[in-house]
């Protein structure tokens, strides 16, 4: 918790009166149409939760998701070949955005001088998501469409900013050696295509 904190602490504030805020005045501007049906008792009720609960109950899913996506990813780095990658590099952490806005490290790499992470989608959790950032405008919408359909077929996603390769932790069987071949692979395919690579940016524990 406290590193959730530390993390997302100005997200959490700042999420917490944006929505306290939206749902506040939705029922006053509510209110001004209708006040006529409204109570004072039910007027308290209604404020308390506009601006106290319900703001923190979407807070509080959103750290549930937090916690849950990063058991998930967790699990999977106990596993073979996964609990060897820093064998391959992957001694450092970036800071990444989830689906739920908060923010968490994962580790990262450089391989043949593009930089991959090791992440997960948390409606997947036995996936492991290898993605490295890159413009891939360089396509036009027919090469984006020809591209996209060819790395399909190789468990390869292709996206406007990004390469992500994903690998069924419950089905493949890989050494590590398999694993990186697979890693160096997805940098050819940057550089062959000629990606503009996005830089990640390093963090640290203060």
């Not at 549930?64 to 596993?79: A, F, G, P, Q």
Request: glycine residues 2%; proline residues 3%.
């Amino acid at each position: 918790m406290s590193e959730l904190l530390r993390i997302n602490k100005r997200i959490i504030i700042k999420s917490y009166f944006w929505i306290s805020g939206f749902l506040t005045i939705g029922f006053l501007v509510y209110l001004y149409f209708f006040y006529k049906e409204v109570t004072l008792k039910w007027l308290v009720l209604i404020l308390i939760m506009t601006i106290v609960l319900c703001p923190l109950f979407i807070i509080g899913t959103w750290i549930y998701d937090w916690n849950r996506k990063r058991r998930y990813l967790k699990r999977i780095l106990c596993k073979n070949p996964f609990s060897e990658l820093e064998k391959i590099g992957f001694s450092k952490k970036t800071l990444i955005t989830n689906h739920n806005s908060l923010k968490d490290y994962v580790p990262f790499t450089e391989i043949n001088g593009i930089q991959l992470l090791i992440d997960i989608d948390i409606t997947k959790p036995t996936i492991a998501e290898f993605t490295t950032y890159c413009s891939t405008f360089n396509l036009t919408h027919e090469q984006f469409s020809e591209k996209f359909n060819e790395l399909k077929y190789k468990n390869i996603e292709l996206g406007p900013n990004y390469l992500t390769k994903k690998i069924d932790t419950r089905k493949e069987k890989i050494s590590i050696q398999n694993l990186e071949k697979m890693l160096l692979d997805l940098t050819h395919i940057v550089k062959t295509n000629k990606f503009e690579p996005v830089m990640l940016k390093e963090w640290k524990e203060l």
